[in-house]
């Protein structure tokens, strides 16, 4: 089975600090692909990353600030080139696409600091991911053919049906209002509703529970879950909170440094005794 | 080989001016992140102001006051209208929209500059005037370089502008309110943290950068003999080229940048046609700003995703 | 919202909805009762509407009037392409006047004896636009990596070099002699009009003069803004609206959710430019001329007026800030009208400053007494000075017995005081309850005082003054103009 994603001996390094550390990661055939390659004497962003995806499959990246996290995913998103490696989606090279071209290819997103568009309303923020599946020419739209009223009809039911995954949270009335009326919580469900309506393959969430109380971060875990379940997303997520990495995860790889220093299910990772270093006991304990 | 130092004579001179205009443009940017489209205009009252006193003095031909003497006083009114119309333009243009669009500032810019357009236009008309400088300041004094002349006037503006450069850089680095004007370049919100009192610290920087350009526009009515209410818009433009090609928000960047046009426009002007002169100033502007957005001397914007 | 889990909230269900159900923001203040009308009705209504007022227009005005009409229906058009620029796609595009510009020139190369070429219209009309889209295309290439400032900068350069060029055309290098393209700086005359279906749009009368004249010229512009709102209007709230919109808001977002940013870019300028294009060659006939004059900085800002007054984004808005902008100036070329327009203008300036009735009152009385005591004191100082004559205009002369007409040395004491009220407007502005009326008396007066000595008669400079004023005022105090809407962003 040909993994989803696979990045191989990823590094990255900006002006001299090196964020990503020849990262190898494999998501997908199951198979987890070491490169263990330490630099020493050499702060590296990305340090020669492995990472492997498979279908239906969540994989969480846990590190403390600094770990390169967000930098993996930009690197894998297209905004950042890597320095060394390969990032592969179902067996072909993704690494010099631009953002548009890696989405249209199945990668979706969430951003960390929150990109919703904050002047247009909910139902529209969705319906704008439908662009790249959905072919409407401009004489097209201008005259509102037939074939691009149905067109329009088919997006606007996409987006309907895409939030209404959150319950009644971004429904009803709530779909004309303008997204910066939403709350914080809402604004992060309906950047994940957007970037489910690119209809991807692969799902990136940058910190989806950031900000939430108790019962929101419940609620993403379920939520989480359900994509996986219902929807057959495959899922990287990068989390802080430990409740919902051990709630969702498959599998949890930790980053320190931009160096993978631990790789395995919740619990492996949880009492590895390098991670607990670089986090010093955070979430740790809580959740036995 | 005559023909050739002339030029480079009449470069650095406009370059001298374009480096004064730069500087303000450049300053502003640094502590807005705002191109001030206005400050041309700003330019363009200084050069009027600094008319309006040698007329009350008398007149090119018939002053009052000794030759010096009506200079530095039309450099004063040119410096005190200039910053007067800067200041005003911050307070009532800019200052309002801080928390605003990346937008606004810009087109409240836009509009500033064209209600000064036509402030000029309703009160100075759309005739020139001119300095008559030849009356001032006798045309055969002059200092011999090589086998040309240099006037005596295109010395003074040179010498003015290196002194005034200098001392701005001096200020900028050494003084207090200099190091502050450079701190809230870098983060606005960091300095107002640390205690740095940023109204006050924009405000100067207005007040020296359009004083610089009202000794400019005063510098050009010297040398070049004639004004006129537009004269504001080409020069801000040539002005703002240089900034970019030096690296905005550099002061080094903004007199090398001048530096560089004014030695451009002087060479096609001679070399090519003045008729065009514009169009290749501006089409250097367009290939730096693809080739090279941060300019010479800048440093590129960094942004966190 | 609940504070712990396993509350009786359900999952999905925020107690703010519960309770609230259906909640819709209102609008507030005095335009809140027309703006809640206006929603009611349906886009499709609203212009049928507009087009219904619009189209019996010619039928209760003369010539002159209709001519005025046509002004202000082609500058609504270029002002609409403008909005595809900078209201959805939000580039600040400066250059924005050269497109209308090219339009213009090429339709008088090819309509006219300048070459000498005759074009039939049917064939040089979609050649014109096609070209001008294909030029917008091509400015936007730069934009790919500028952005903001940048993009400004250069676009209002291209605009200085297409000026230039179009100026000093004969004497580029690789020009022959005798090829007189574009007429330089005197421009291109004897223009001919369009021809369609055998039909020539000239300034002539319609239906043998139960249409005044120009009416024919009027109804074709008003045509092609009729399917330019609604072929807009279409392609906003299409895909291609949304990702215009998207990449507006957040570009590297946009780019992630599938919109191709560069390639939509290069489609708002496109599209901008070709409406421009069409709209300059409708121009050219109209004017039976084309001059370098005509597309100058200018017409940039007044275009910017429009759709920045209006309300960039909507198309409603930029219609009517279109017809504000080309209306007001036309009024303003009548000293009758136009003291009309100052005095009622001042009047609703005062009022909201001052918000209250009896302090507009006070205001005015006191304005009034103040000009008394200038007369009185001028009147020891300068003999003259109280004997200058007004103008012919009603309320000119109703003024003359109370403000200041200078005669001699009008000019110099005229421009000290227009400083002056530009202190005073400064002061206004910054100055708080009685302070502010305190400020507006004298402000007022030496409003009035430039006014009936010089602006009155300066058409052109009120203009430009009020255009370049509008920009900066709207974005300081409703920079989403009358009918746009707020904009949020987190700079």
């Given at each position: 089975m040909k993994p989803v994603l696979e990045l191989r001996n990823l590094s990255k390094s900006f002006g001299g600090l090196q964020v990503i550390q020849d990262l190898d990661l494999v998501v997908g055939a199951g198979q987890i692909v070491h490169e263990d390659d330490p630099v020493v004497g050499h702060v590296e962003a990305v340090d020669h990353l492995d990472l492997s995806l498979a279908p239906g499959e969540i994989v969480s990246v846990i590190g403390?600030?600094?770990?390169g996290k967000t930098t993996l995913f930009n690197l894998i998103t297209g905004i950042y080139e890597p320095d060394d490696g390969d990032i592969i989606m179902d067996g072909r090279s993704i690494v010099g696409l631009s953002p548009e071209e890696i989405a249209n290819l199945g990668v979706a997103r969430t951003f960390q600091t929150l990109r919703v568009f904050l002047n247009m309303t909910v139902k529209e923020n969705v319906m704008c991911s439908a662009f790249g599946n959905t072919g409407a020419r401009i004489w097209q739209s201008v005259f509102r053919t037939p074939a691009a009223r149905r067109e329009e009809r088919q997006i606007a039911e996409l987006a309907e049906r895409k939030l209404a995954f959150f319950g009644d949270r971004l429904m009803g009335y709530r779909w004309d209002q303008p997204a910066y009326s939403l709350s914080y919580a809402n604004r992060r469900r309906l950047e994940i509703a957007r970037a489910m309506a690119t209809n991807p393959r692969l799902l990136m969430l940058d910190e989806p529970a950031a900000g939430m109380n108790p019962a929101e971060t419940h609620e993403i875990t379920e939520l989480i879950g359900k994509l996986r379940d219902e929807v057959g997303f495959s899922i990287l997520v990068i989390e802080h909170d430990m409740h919902v990495v051990e709630g969702v995860s498959d599998r949890v790889i930790a980053l320190d440094h931009g160096v993978k220093i631990a790789e395995g299910s919740f619990d492996e990772v949880a009492t590895d005794p390098g991670v607990i270093e670089a986090y010093l006991g955070y979430g740790a304990a809580d959740t036995r | 080989m005559e023909f050739f130092l002339q030029q480079t004579v009449n470069g650095v001179t406009l370059g001298s001016v374009y480096a004064l205009l730069a500087l303000g443009y450049s300053m502003v940017y640094g502590v807005l992140k705002l191109l001030n489209f206005a400050h041309g205009e700003v330019y363009m009252f200084g050069a009027f102001a600094g008319y309006g006193v040698l007329t009350v003095l008398g007149g090119a031909s018939a002053l009052s006051v000794p030759v010096w003497l009506a200079i530095v006083l039309m450099f004063l009114a040119a410096m005190a209208t200039s910053s007067a119309i800067g200041v005003a333009l911050e307070r009532f243009a800019y200052r309002p929209l801080r928390?605003?669009?990346?937008i606004a500032p810009l087109i409240s810019a836009i509009g500033a500059s064209f209600f000064l357009q036509a402030s000029a236009l309703l009160m100075f008309t759309a005739n020139s005037r001119t300095y008559d400088t030849p009356q001032l300041i006798e045309i055969q004094t002059g200092i011999a370089l090589g086998p040309i002349r240099v006037w005596m006037v295109r010395i003074l503006v040179i010498v003015s502008a290196v002194v005034l450069m200098i001392l701005l850089t001096l200020w900028v680095n050494r003084t207090r309110l200099g190091k502050a004007v450079r701190a809230v370049s870098f983060d606005r919100e960091a300095a107002a943290m640390m205690g740095i009192d940023v109204d006050k610290v924009i405000v100067v920087v207005f007040l020296i950068g359009s004083a610089l350009a009202g000794i400019g526009g005063v510098m050009v009515g010297l040398v070049f003999g004639r004004i006129f209410h537009l004269m504001g818009f080409v020069a801000g433009l040539k002005a703002f080229t240089a900034a970019v090609v030096g690296g905005i928000g550099s002061i080094p960047g903004a007199m090398l940048g001048g530096l560089l046009i004014g030695l451009a426009e002087a060479y096609t002007t001679g070399y090519i046609s003045s008729t065009f002169q514009n169009v290749i100033v501006f089409g250097l502007l367009i290939a730096v700003l693809l080739v090279r957005?941060?300019?010479?001397l800048g440093r590129p914007e960094l942004v966190k995703v | 919202m609940s504070d712990t889990p396993g509350d009786e909230t359900r999952i999905g269900v925020d107690q703010w909805v519960e309770q609230s159900e259906d909640r819709r923001e209102k609008y507030t203040g005095w335009t809140a009762p027309a703006r809640r009308m206006f929603d009611q009705v349906s886009p499709g209504w609203r212009l049928a509407l507009f087009l219904l007022a619009a189209a019996a227009y010619p039928f209760l005005v003369r010539g002159s009037d209709v001519r005025i009409g046509i002004t202000v229906l082609l500058l609504a058009m270029v002002a609409l392409g403008l909005n595809v620029v900078?209201?959805?796609?939000?580039l600040l595009d400066l250059g924005y006047v050269a497109f209308y510009g090219f339009g213009a020139y090429f339709y008088a190369i090819v309509a006219s004896?300048?070459?000498p070429a005759h074009w039939p219209t049917w064939a040089a009309i979609p050649v014109i636009v096609a070209t001008t889209a294909l030029l917008g295309a091509l400015l936007s290439l730069p934009s790919r990596r500028l952005v903001g400032d940048y993009l400004a900068i250069m676009t209002l350069f291209f605009a200085q070099i297409f000026l230039e060029l179009v100026r000093n055309f004969e004497r580029l290098p690789f020009v022959p002699d005798d090829l007189d393209l574009t007429g330089g700086p005197n421009g291109i005359t004897g223009v001919e009009p369009w021809e369609l279906f055998g039909f020539e749009i000239n300034s002539q009368d319609l239906f043998g003069g139960v249409l005044p004249n120009f009416s024919r010229q009027y109804y074709l512009a008003l045509i092609f803004l009729a399917l330019l709102i609604m072929g807009l209007h279409n392609l906003n709230e299409s895909r291609t609206g949304r990702a215009w919109r998207a990449l507006r808001e957040d570009t590297l977002a946009a780019e992630h959710m599938t919109i191709p940013v560069n390639r939509m870019k290069l489609l708002a300028f496109a599209v901008g430019a070709g409406i421009a294009g069409l709209t300059g060659a409708m121009f050219a006939a109209v004017q039976i001329g084309v001059f370098p004059t005509s597309f100058t900085l200018f017409f940039l800002i007044t275009m910017y007026a429009a759709v920045i007054l209006g309300g960039s984004g909507s198309i409603p808005g930029v219609v009517l800030g279109a017809i504000a902008i080309a209306y007001v100036p036309e009024l303003l070329r009548d000293p009758g009208k136009a003291g009309w327009l100052f005095y009622i203008g001042l009047g609703a300036l005062l009022y909201v400053m001052v918000k209250r009735w009896d302090h507009v009152a006070v205001t005015v009385g006191s304005v009034f007494v103040f000009g008394l005591i200038v007369r009185f004191f001028s009147g020891r100082i300068w003999d003259e000075s109280t004997m200058g004559e007004a103008n012919d205009a009603f309320m000119s002369r109703l003024m003359d017995d109370w403000v200041l007409i200078l005669d001699a040395q009008r000019d110099v004491i005229t421009n000290y005081v227009f400083v002056l009220a530009i202190v005073g407007v400064m002061l206004v502005v910054v100055a708080r309850a009685w302070w502010r009326i305190a400020a507006l008396v004298p402000t007022l007066y030496f409003a009035i005082l430039v006014w009936e000595n010089k602006l009155a008669f300066e058409p052109s400079i009120t203009r430009q003054l009020m255009f370049g004023a509008v920009l900066v005022v709207m974005m300081a105090?409703?920079?989403?103009?009358?009918?746009g809407t707020r904009r949020v962003e987190i700079t």
């Open positions: 403390p600030n600094g770990a | 928390e605003a669009t990346r957005p941060s300019g010479l | 900078v209201g959805w796609a939000g004896d300048q070459l105090v409703r920079p989403q103009g009358l009918l």
